[in-house]
């Protein structure tokens, strides 16, 4: 049998995207593989992808990083999840928190006697029952897996950081793997003329980087996927019609949340993301409804400190690849498609991309079921996270243009069918490896005032006094324990503090 092995791997760019491939691939297969990554100091990175899932700690875990370390070096703080205002209603807000809302009894979900008990008026608000939320509110954290002497889930959280020093702190890992970065700008490609697959890069100093898989990390133009092998793109602007965000970083003015604040606004929405030094500041926006001058002003006129850069704005279509593998080139990050950030789902894809990457690693022959199953799997978590994220903007009850039109719109089939199941019968059902589970899915769809006409029949187990008696245990043992934990800002400054940049003038 012949060795058909893998040995070469290119990554094409840097940024968060191709850092993370080379951490994670030298990581797990360094031992295997020569990896190479191509960028050039000339070319500038989105950088506005500083909030996450909980799924990065694993990501972090497999790379051997110290949580604290990764933390202190990109001046990052902890996520709890995000509190979403304006979105239902003008005036109202909620939060989609990670983590247990509850406890489940009898087969059957918390929500579901919590729906009961607000039909019977002894449940108080969702967010009452959820570790997380008490915490977040009170602006308090800590690393609890479990409140202690209970069934109740602890502290689920992710993190918000620098994804610029995000990228230089996988490097370092990278590099200490053995991973090997190569300084220039991309002249030309080669490819094989009988299979067209990309046989080298070449830089402008003429230098050839030949490999056998090479990995677009080039961002938005995508240099390999795209403009070398023609793959073509996915264009889903009219069920996300925003194409535009401008960005600005400001200086603290309290102590950093625990959480991300996701604003809506006439023709978009805002984002909040605190960090250690700063804050980051964004306003999403459809320039089908608003200019870029207004969109910029709206952002200005609701920011918390002052702006310490100027705005910058982002144009982006979203979408994805027709195929994130095509040929023996497999692109990730903003070279496979592009969600907006509503939920925080950007690096996430990137993780995903590169952990289906490693479950579907070829060899020199490339076999089509594995590219065509790796490309199915891609497409499959890429259609699930926008229709999640398109429930946002469906379900509002807003009268400006933008958001009656989001509101009317046709939906995606998939996503009309689940939301048609809760209406009906107050369950969800989460379908194959989609990413959002149901809690997720209950909480954007009460929080935004879809409320189901019914609950499963089970949790009428309970007499109204003994479903008053179980929400209230919850409830009080949330409240008790979220006072237990130390304040946000005490928890960072005691475990993971970081040094103010250096010639910024920004402090913490």
Request: with cysteine; aromatic share 10%.
């Amino acid at each position: 049998m012949s060795d058909s092995r893998i040995r070469d791997v290119v990554v094409v760019g840097g940024g968060t995207a191709g850092w993370m491939a080379a951490a994670a691939l030298s990581a797990t297969m360094g031992d295997k593989l020569r990896i190479r990554l191509v960028e050039s100091e000339q070319i500038g990175t989105v950088g506005v992808g500083e909030a996450t899932i909980p799924a990065i700690r694993l990501f972090n875990g497999l790379c051997g990083i110290d949580e604290n370390a990764f933390v202190r070096e990109t001046q990052g703080t902890f996520k709890l999840g995000i509190d979403f205002v304006n979105w239902g209603r003008v005036g109202e807000s909620y939060m989609h928190v990670f983590g247990q809302i509850g406890q489940s009894l009898d087969l059957i979900e918390f929500w579901q006697y919590w729906l009961r008990g607000r039909e019977e008026g002894v449940a108080e608000d969702l967010g009452r029952y959820s570790f997380n939320e008490e915490a977040a509110r009170l602006q308090r954290f800590g690393r609890v897996p479990r409140i202690p002497n209970t069934q109740l889930d602890g502290i689920a959280y992710a993190f918000h950081f620098d994804a610029s020093l995000y990228a230089k702190f996988l490097r370092r890992a990278a590099e200490a793997s053995g991973a090997k970065r190569i300084e220039g700008k991309i002249a030309s490609v080669r490819r094989n003329g009988e299979n067209g697959h990309v046989t080298a890069v070449v830089l402008e100093n003429g230098e050839a980087i030949e490999g056998e898989l090479f990995i677009d990390c080039s961002g938005f133009r995508g240099l390999l996927i795209e403009q070398e092998l023609e793959t073509g793109y996915e264009d889903w602007t009219h069920w996300l019609p925003c194409d535009r965000a401008v960005a600005v970083q400001t200086r603290n003015v309290a102590p950093p949340r625990p959480y991300t604040q996701s604003i809506a606004h006439p023709a978009g929405w805002q984002w909040r993301i605190p960090l250690q030094h700063r804050t980051g500041n964004g306003h999403v926006f459809s320039t089908a409804h608003m200019s870029e001058d207004e969109a910029t002003q709206v952002l200005l006129d609701n920011l918390e400190g002052e702006p310490i850069t100027d705005p910058r704005v982002i144009p982006f279509t979203t979408g994805m690849r027709k195929k994130a593998w095509n040929a023996n080139v497999i692109a990730l990050g903003l070279s496979s498609g592009f969600i907006e950030p509503l939920e925080s789902t950007s690096i996430h894809l990137i993780q995903n991309g590169i952990a289906r990457l490693i479950s579907h690693f070829p060899d020199r022959n490339f076999a089509p079921a594995n590219v065509e199953t790796y490309n199915r799997r891609i497409a499959y978590d890429y259609e699930r996270i926008r229709d999640f994220i398109i429930l946002h903007y469906w379900a509002n009850q807003r009268d400006e243009p933008f958001w009656t039109y989001l509101r009317e719109m046709e939906l995606p089939e998939v996503l009309r069918r689940k939301i048609d199941l809760f209406k009906d019968t107050g369950r969800i059902f989460r379908e194959q490896e989609e990413l959002f589970v149901e809690v997720g899915w209950f909480q954007v769809l009460i929080g935004q005032n879809i409320l189901p006409d019914t609950y499963h029949p089970l949790a009428d187990a309970l007499t109204k006094d003994e479903l008053a008696g179980f929400l209230r245990d919850i409830r009080t043992i949330v409240a008790a324990n979220a006072q237990k934990l130390p304040s946000h800002e005490e928890f960072i400054t005691r475990t993971c503090a970081a040094a103010p940049p250096q010639g910024t003038g920004v402090t913490a």
